[in-house]
């Protein structure tokens, strides 16, 4: 039955925005100096026609999410063209109802509609579900915001059965076995009891990144920020830190651990996770280095708290038995993590956790959010260098999810004159102090972005319907 809190779209606009690294950034076999956002506005309107408006954002990386060898600049164009046709799809989207429900709608039913026929149209090399899923989040986020805003209440807060009218078993299923039922049930019952205003941030140390001032070549940027690691870690008080890996190469990837573990041990109690970067075909890579670990680096293995997603992107057509890795160590999903289908699938494979990103959508993450916390599985919630008005859901929905710990932050490594307008807003969202984020600027309606604060210039709009 419907509510007087339903909504339906009625218009939007799109943009898109350039951001330069001041250090490179690497992806598997790819590195990128410079990276595209986009940025989504939706209006919204209810049955009486109230109207409101919410923005969403996501860095449109064309390297994490459709790995190719077309060139980037192709992959981006794609990525940007599929933006605008979203853009006239969520202009009018039929469908009326609370957020997940519009948004679940659209990721089953016209989002793979969309795709197939974008793919046929194009020819050559398909554009990937998760690149698709990656501009989809971007009208999907300002969905949320804009229902909140219409509202004027927090997203987070709309999430149970005042605002919704279909139960969570509407939406997903349990393992088959599984003592586990959805009926009734509404994301905010998955949400962590307590929410933090402080996280401990999560720092990549990238495959290209320089670990100590004794790799210093004389031609890096001179531009007040570190260039690193123990600089990092001096200056931000970092605790967490994610070692980037080849996953081709094994005695790399073990020195590369080992290198970023000592450093680590230096500076007191701190915590590692390895991402193998997807390129891992066989678990006894993975196993022979963290059995290696055991044997000469017990406290490196030690502080390694979790893997992540060693295994190739596509999970149905690489079904890899995973048990012997998380017998070892957790053993998180992240690309593989499409939705809450590939999260059931990877747990029957082994899998032990999931990594959320609002970026494959805020609605998509929320329900694998529920699925992966109501069978067990561990939760994180990991960065594609987010910045801008991309920080705020991503850092909330960590608040929200309950995560192993904390959440990972790049985008001030890469990019932090980027954020210089919303850090003025949001200083602590920005910048890691004493090894944490600062949430506590996050206030107000929808994602609590504070925009009419926020004084920054947008391009042309890309398309507006």
Not at 37 to 61: I, N, Q
Request: aromatic residues 10%; contains cysteine.
């Amino acid at each position: 039955m419907a509510k007087q809190t339903d909504i339906t779209t009625t218009s939007s606009s799109l943009y898109f925005l350039p951001v330069e690294l001041r250090l490179p950034l690497k992806f598997g076999a790819e590195a990128v100096n410079h990276i595209d956002f986009g940025r989504a506005s939706l209006t919204v309107s209810d049955a009486l026609g109230k109207t409101a408006t919410g923005w969403g954002e996501t860095p449109l990386s064309a390297t994490w999410a459709w790995p190719s060898k077309l060139t980037i600049r192709a992959r981006v164009e794609a990525m940007q063209e599929f933006c605008r046709r979203l853009a006239a799809e969520w202009a009018e989207y039929p469908v009326s109802g609370h957020p997940m429900e519009i948004g679940h709608a659209f990721l089953e039913n016209r989002l793979p509609q969309l795709l197939g026929d974008f793919n046929r149209e194009r020819g050559g090399e398909d554009m990937p579900l998760l690149a698709a899923l990656v501009c989809n989040s971007l009208f999907d986020i300002a969905l949320h915001d804009a229902y909140g805003n219409l509202h004027g209440v927090p997203v987070y807060e709309t999430y149970n059965k005042k605002y919704m009218t279909l139960d969570l078993s509407e939406f997903i299923e349990p393992a088959e076995g599984a003592s586990v039922s959805f009926k009734g049930k509404y994301p905010q019952d998955f949400f962590a009891p307590n929410k933090p205003t402080k996280l401990p941030a999560w720092h990549l140390v990238g495959g290209l990144d320089l670990l100590d001032e004794t790799q210093l070549t004389g031609k890096e940027p001179k531009d007040g920020y570190p260039v690193i690691l123990t600089e990092w870690m001096k200056t931000d008080g970092l605790k967490c830190l994610k070692v980037k890996l080849r996953g081709n190469d094994q005695d790399w990837d073990y020195q590369r651990l080992v290198a970023v573990g000592k450093i680590a041990q230096s500076y007191g109690d701190c915590w590692l996770t390895s991402d193998f970067n997807c390129m891992v075909t066989e678990p006894a890579y993975v196993n022979e280095i963290l059995d290696r670990l055991v044997l000469e680096q017990p406290r490196i293995y030690g502080m390694l708290m979790y893997v992540e997603q060693p295994f190739p992107y596509e999970l149905e057509e690489n079904k890899i038995d995973v048990h012997s890795v998380s017998a070892r160590k957790p053993l998180f999903m992240d690309e593989s993590a499409h939705d809450w289908k590939f999260v059931r699938m990877g747990r029957e494979l082994g899998w032990t956790g999931v990594a959320l990103k609002t970026c494959k959508t805020q609605t998509g993450a929320l329900l694998s959010l529920c699925w992966a916390k109501a069978h067990g599985m561990t939760l994180m919630v990991q960065d594609l260098t987010n910045a801008m008005l991309a920080q705020v859901p991503h850092v909330l929905l960590a608040q929200h999810a309950g995560t192993i710990m904390g959440v990972e932050v790049n985008g001030m490594q890469f990019y932090p004159a980027a954020s210089a307008a919303e850090a003025k807003v949001h200083p602590g969202l920005y910048k890691r102090n004493g090894g944490c984020l600062d949430l506590s600027t996050i206030k107000g309606t929808g994602f609590g972005y504070r925009l009419d604060e926020i004084e920054r210039e947008l391009p042309e709009a890309a398309t507006r319907f």
